[in-house]
């Protein structure tokens, strides 16, 4: 049973740039939520996405957009890419029914803006 | 809002000494409660959640925490502490009935001695 999996690993980018993350979630879940950890910091939550559309958003600016696919894979753009922008970006997926407040991460994506 | 403390960011201890990671939580209700594990480089592990019930909940690795609501408190504790078990460890909190968005503490990082 695959867990949850994002591309790419790392990427380095310059500023004013744009990047797109991806995320594929576990297995049966539905459910996907991006956060950001800037170095020495916890998660900080981006938002969420459920059957297509964003459910959630935490207190992040409108450059950070997302998307999420009939297979529930999602993606997560980032436009105008400022310094502050590096941290490690991850991917949590959960499922319907009970458990659902369980949240699953996958291995995250390390950004680092020049 | 509901917020976490962390208020230990470093902890030393030697391997097969026990350990208890302090945890505080604000929030009017009692929250979905959650122990994530982050080893250098990697996404989040769950080690444990308390959702009702039983206050004192088991997790992997020999993890476990106890949920004190007097205190707002959801300590983490392991008996005897083995040199893997070196990483940072964050507590969160997710509403309840608010979706499962997590907002997490800044961690803690636990060095092991040999």
């Known amino acids: 049973d695959a867990g949850v999996t994002q591309s790419p690993t790392h990427l380095i980018k310059t500023r004013g740039q744009q990047v797109t993350l991806r995320c594929s979630p576990k297995s049966g879940h539905d459910t996907v939520s991006w956060y950001q950890q800037a170095l020495g910091q916890g998660p900080q939550f981006i938002f969420q996405y459920y059957e297509e559309e964003e459910r959630q958003r935490g207190n992040f600016p409108d450059r950070f957009s997302g998307h999420q696919f009939p297979n529930y894979s999602s993606e997560l753009n980032v436009n105008a890419l400022l310094l502050g922008d590096s941290a490690l970006y991850l991917c949590a997926s959960s499922g319907p029914g009970q458990g659902a407040e369980t949240q699953y991460f996958g291995p995250g994506t390390r950004l680092l803006v020049l | 809002a509901q917020s976490v403390t962390q208020p230990d960011i470093h902890i030393t201890v030697s391997e097969g000494a026990s350990l208890e990671l302090r945890c505080n939580y604000s929030?009017?209700?009692?929250?979905?409660l959650f122990w994530y594990v982050q080893s250098p480089g990697q996404g989040l592990q769950l080690l444990l959640k308390?959702?009702?019930?039983?206050?004192l909940v088991q997790g992997i690795k020999g993890f476990e925490a106890e949920f004190k609501r007097s205190q707002s408190s959801f300590n983490l504790r392991k008996p005897s502490v083995h040199w893997s078990d070196a990483a940072e460890y964050f507590c969160a909190v997710a509403v309840t009935g608010g979706g499962n968005k997590l907002t997490f503490g800044t961690g803690t990082q636990l060095k092991v001695e040999l």
């Open positions: 308390y959702f009702s019930g039983d206050t």
């Open positions: 929030y009017g209700a009692t929250p979905y």
